[in-house]
């Protein structure tokens, strides 16, 4: 007898280029079998997504520009993938009928629309793109619900939660007997400098982080701990969690990638090296297992786990996004947008670090009160924010 192999599942890669985008097709090569690579995107590496399309031949290649459309087409000629140009097409390969999974990677608010048409085709989303929920977690979560998709966390402390909450947990925490969710974090590559020396750091120490190779956005949000502030906000829509039950705790070996507390004092973890092809491969095969070649862990070697608790005096982003969160409305949305273009201006050398926290603080206060009421306030409120932080830069 044959053993059963189930067809391959249908992959669009969005952000293919990036390094979640590189991860995954890391696990996806080790697996022929199982998943088929359908449409790739990328935004400016144009080399990359070319080889990356030679190697697994998706029947769409999208990039955003027409120019770096022309310079794919001439790399690909010859080849079954057909190139397409624009937003609208990124939007189009994240709702082909073909796909069944969409990798939602794509840096930044520009993933909300592509990752929303995913939703809203039903597919199975592995959402790594956390801006998406942060800047619009009601009406993404209401087109997961609405449209049957199946939404798998990415973020590596988001599918630690997901992992060890009970099967088929689908919100409402103390319903499950769920009191807290930890979120752990490393702390960064500032944890223990002394605050009198943020003011200097530079672009290349906040990208230096200790544990994860990561893209820059992400790299100096984790710096400031803006993302562990984007994962509270996060975790408060993928878990229905209310903001005092998401609890952060500094954890700078991050082996534990974050843990559910139960009412009977249990608290369950996941556990493993820090490298996103775990997550990634947790949620290409979910609710199989798959080899994401990630080293076991040894813990012996490791030999400790250290916690501590987050110094909000160091880390004012991340008393702004609690802060946010407790606002509601368009708040958390305008802190994305307003960190977006705070951080790009710190990568050009344009304010210094601690300008970053402080245009967030002045961006927030100017403009909470707007509405929030569809998905077009909160683009608006996206686009106020960016002016406004612009604006408050410059000053
Ligand atoms: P990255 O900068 O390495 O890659 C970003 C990808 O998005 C690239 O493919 C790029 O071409 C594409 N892109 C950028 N701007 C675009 C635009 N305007 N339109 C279309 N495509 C665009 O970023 P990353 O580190 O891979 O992170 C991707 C997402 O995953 C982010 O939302 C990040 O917060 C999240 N995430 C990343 C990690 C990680 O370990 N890297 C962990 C958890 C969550
Ligand atoms: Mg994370």
């Not at 097409?89 to 993933?111: N, R, Y």
């Not at 110094?311 to 969160?325: I, M, S, V």
């Amino acid at each position: 007898m044959t053993p059963h192999t189930p067809p391959p599942r249908k992959l669009t890669i969005l952000g293919a280029t990036g390094t979640i985008g590189i991860n995954t097709l890391d696990v996806v090569a080790r697996h022929p079998e199982r998943f088929q690579v359908v449409a790739l995107t990328g935004q400016n590496q144009i080399d990359k997504l070319a080889e990356q399309c030679r190697r697994f031949q998706p029947r769409y290649a999208v990039v955003l520009d027409p120019g770096k459309g022309r310079e794919l087409e001439i790399l690909l000629a010859g080849t079954s993938t057909r190139v397409l140009v624009g937003v609208a097409a990124l939007e189009q390969v994240a709702s082909l009928p073909e796909v069944d999974s969409v990798m939602a990677a794509i840096v930044g608010a520009a993933g909300l629309r592509p990752a929303l048409a995913a939703a809203r085709a039903g597919k199975r989303v592995l959402l790594a793109n956390k801006e998406t929920l942060v800047m619009a977690g009601r009406f993404f979560m209401e087109a997961v619900r609405e449209h049957g998709a199946t939404l798998l966390p990415i973020d590596s402390e988001h599918n630690a939660v997901f992992q060890s909450l009970p099967a088929g947990y689908r919100g409402n925490p103390a319903g499950h007997g769920v009191r807290r969710i930890l979120l752990t974090a490393s702390g960064g590559p500032f944890r223990t400098r002394a605050l009198e020396t943020l003011k200097d750091v530079t672009p290349e120490e906040a990208v230096a982080h200790p544990n994860w190779v990561m893209g820059k956005k992400i790299s100096v949000d984790s710096a400031s701990m803006m993302n562990k502030g984007l994962e509270v906000i996060e975790a408060h829509w993928l878990f229905d969690a209310a903001p005092e039950r998401i609890e952060v705790v500094i954890h700078p070996q991050s082996i534990i990638h974050s843990m559910v507390e139960y009412l009977d004092g249990s608290v369950l973890a996941q556990l493993s090296n820090p490298d996103m092809r775990t997550p990634i491969a947790h949620s290409l095969a979910y609710p199989e297992r798959v080899e994401a070649g990630v080293p076991w862990l040894e813990l012996a070697k490791i030999g400790q786990l250290t916690f501590e608790a987050p110094d909000f005096a160091r880390f004012p982003c991340l008393r702004l996004a609690y802060q946010a969160l407790a606002v509601g409305g368009a708040a958390p949305a305008i802190l994305n947008a307003a960190n977006e273009e705070a951080v790009a201006a710190f990568l050009e050398r344009r304010i210094p670090y601690l300008g970053i926290a402080a245009t967030l603080e002045a961006t927030l206060g100017r403009l909470s009160g707007l509405p929030a009421g569809s998905l077009e306030d909160l683009m608006a409120a996206d686009g106020e924010a960016r002016r406004t932080a612009r604006e408050l830069m410059t000053a």
